[in-house]
């Protein structure tokens, strides 16, 4: 068990007694039409259950899926995706419940950002096999694409079964935007767009104009070693033998001259 995993379980299986005075629920549970008035809800409603049934069937899946993914994201990151799946998950149940008539209803549950933690985990590891109701065997990249289509088939249908499918949706929906917003902050994504700027791009002619407003002298000593480096290898070999890396370091402390 990991940290943060256990604090949600914890967390959720309080409120589930502690939060017993109706007034108190309904302050916290999300209801579409009153979320202006009440915008903490799209946070509080995540750790709000129905009953016991429907608490351990969402923790349950947090304890399975949750440690590892924590493990691999990290206690932080870990939160934040799966806070940010829970709130996609309620953004679009109130665009859902804006076409139906149900802005009045209110809903609580973990089910969206613990829908979120079932895709991270498929996207790091869907040849992963679980057992479905502790008896089916499926990879989980199925057992995602199953309840994708289960809950786009419910939520279209309009299944009259009191579950927010569109939540559901949006728990996915929030986890891939967590991801790929993750993935673009990455260390090798942020040298990546760095290496396809235009200072790797830049002929010989805006190299040696740059490169003649670096001012050797105000210069931090290391740089200015990585200066010397440079100037000696363009002259003994030109401009052409610099390294993605070495044309950034010209375009960065040229331009800032």
């Given at each position: 068990m990991t940290r943060i995993v256990g604090?949600?379980?914890?967390?959720?299986?309080?409120?589930?007694?502690?939060?017993?005075?109706?007034?108190?629920?309904?302050?916290?549970?999300?209801?579409?039409?009153?979320?202006?008035?009440?915008?903490?809800?799209?946070?509080?409603?995540?750790?709000?259950?129905?009953?016991?049934?429907?608490?351990?069937?969402?923790?349950?899946?947090?304890?399975?899926?949750?440690?590892?993914?924590?493990?691999?994201?990290?206690?932080?990151?870990?939160?934040?995706?799966?806070?940010?799946?829970?709130?996609?998950?309620?953004?679009?149940h109130i665009v859902y419940t804006n076409f139906t008539d149900s802005t009045g209803i209110p809903m609580v549950g973990a089910s969206g950002a613990v829908f979120g933690v079932f895709f991270a985990y498929a996207r790091f590891w869907p040849r992963d096999k679980i057992?479905?109701?502790?008896?089916?065997?499926?990879?989980?990249?199925?057992?995602?694409?199953?309840?994708?289509?289960?809950?786009?088939?419910?939520?279209?249908?309009?299944?009259?079964?009191?579950?927010?499918?569109?939540?559901?949706?949006?728990?996915?929906?929030?986890?891939?935007?967590?991801l790929r917003w993750a993935e673009w902050r990455s260390p090798a994504k942020q040298f990546q767009r760095k290496v396809q700027s235009p200072a790797v791009r830049m002929n010989e002619s805006d190299l040696t104009a740059i490169w003649s407003k670096i001012d050797s002298a105000t210069l931090h000593p290391?740089?200015?070693?990585?200066?010397e480096r440079i100037s000696d290898k363009v002259r003994s070999l030109g401009w052409s033998a610099l390294t993605d890396r070495e044309r950034i370091f010209v375009n960065r402390f040229g331009s800032s001259s």
């Open positions: 604090q949600l379980l914890l967390v959720n299986v309080l409120a589930l007694f502690v939060v017993q005075d109706n007034s108190l629920f309904y302050n916290l549970a999300l209801v579409p039409g009153s979320v202006a008035e009440k915008p903490w809800t799209l946070i509080t409603y995540q750790f709000l259950h129905s009953g016991t049934g429907h608490l351990f069937f969402n923790m349950i899946g947090l304890f399975f899926f949750g440690p590892r993914l924590e493990v691999h994201l990290g206690s932080r990151r870990f939160v934040t995706m799966y806070l940010t799946s829970g709130l996609v998950g309620a953004l679009l057992l479905v109701w502790f008896v089916i065997p499926m990879q989980v990249r199925f057992f995602v694409g199953a309840l994708t289509l289960l809950s786009l088939w419910s939520g279209l249908g309009g299944v009259q079964d009191n579950v927010a499918h569109f939540a559901h949706l949006g728990g996915f929906l929030g986890g891939w935007l967590y290391v740089n200015r070693d990585e200066y």
